[in-house]
């Protein structure tokens, strides 16, 4: 089972909002990751957590703000965005170790609409 | 540092005709190469790896890729393709302490 779970699959919020945005993963994984897409483009790597500790931080703005309560859950707090932030946030999880083993898994991204 | 590239930002192609979609990286250390499919509102579903041994990489749903370190390539074919190969592609690097790097992708557009 590779399987990453995502929720909400979309959302719309106001730039006065705050608001959540959940991943899940039962695959024993302990490195996870919140990637940021555009339309068109590539992901973005936005944080990486490794054994639930923040280990990465692509300079994002604080309006981000990640969390890992556990090692199967993985959070992103949203606050006081701007519409440029309305994207695809996928949410990706690996084991820890050798290169070999750190292939990433992709959940189904919550399409984000910053009105 | 480790880059990608993806030549093609479209490759057309009719049903039950092969394709390849070519990548190309750089690095001056060993690689770790991807292929992921996005398909229309959904997330990255990988479809093949290299991480070492045998330089030809079968996949998911007939595709497959060569790893070529001479020519520093990774492109990815599928002998017959269907309508529902429809999506985008990127293909990504991975070396040792470095992140996950894709290309810019290329959309496979089928067509009947």
């Known amino acids: 089972d590779t399987e990453v779970t995502q929720t909400p699959k979309h959302l719309v919020m106001g730039m006065t909002n705050k608001k959540s945005l959940k991943c899940e993963q039962h695959?024993?994984?302990?490195?996870m990751y919140w990637y940021k897409q555009k339309a068109k483009k590539p992901p973005e790597l936005m944080f990486v957590?490794?054994?639930?500790?923040?280990?990465i931080n692509e300079s994002v703005p604080s309006r981000f703000s990640p969390e890992c309560p556990n090692s199967s859950l993985l959070n992103l707090h949203l606050h006081a965005l701007q519409p440029e932030d309305s994207a695809l946030y996928l949410c990706?999880?690996?084991?820890?170790?050798?290169?070999?083993?750190?292939?990433?898994?992709f959940g189904p991204g919550t399409r984000l609409l910053v009105l | 540092a480790q880059s990608v590239t993806q030549l093609d930002s479209q490759v057309p192609v009719f049903e039950e005709a092969p394709v390849e979609l070519r990548c190309n990286y750089s690095?001056?250390?060993?690689?770790?190469l991807f292929w992921y499919v996005q398909y229309p509102n959904q997330g990255l579903q990988l479809l093949l790896k290299?991480?070492?041994?045998?330089?030809l990489v079968k996949g998911i749903n007939g595709f497959e890729a060569e790893f070529n370190k001479s020519q520093t390539s990774f492109h990815l074919r599928k002998p017959s393709v269907h309508i529902s190969d429809t999506a985008e592609y990127f293909c990504?690097?991975?070396?040792?302490?470095?992140?996950?790097?894709f290309g810019t992708g290329t959309r496979l557009l089928v067509s009947p």
């Open positions: 990706a999880s690996s084991q820890v170790g050798p290169v070999s083993q750190e292939t990433q898994y």
């Open positions: 695959m024993g994984h302990r490195a």
């Open positions: 957590y490794s054994y639930e500790k923040l280990s």
């Open positions: 690095s001056s250390v060993s690689v770790y």
């Open positions: 290299y991480l070492s041994g045998s330089t």
């Open positions: 990504a690097v991975k070396t040792l302490f470095q992140k996950l790097v």
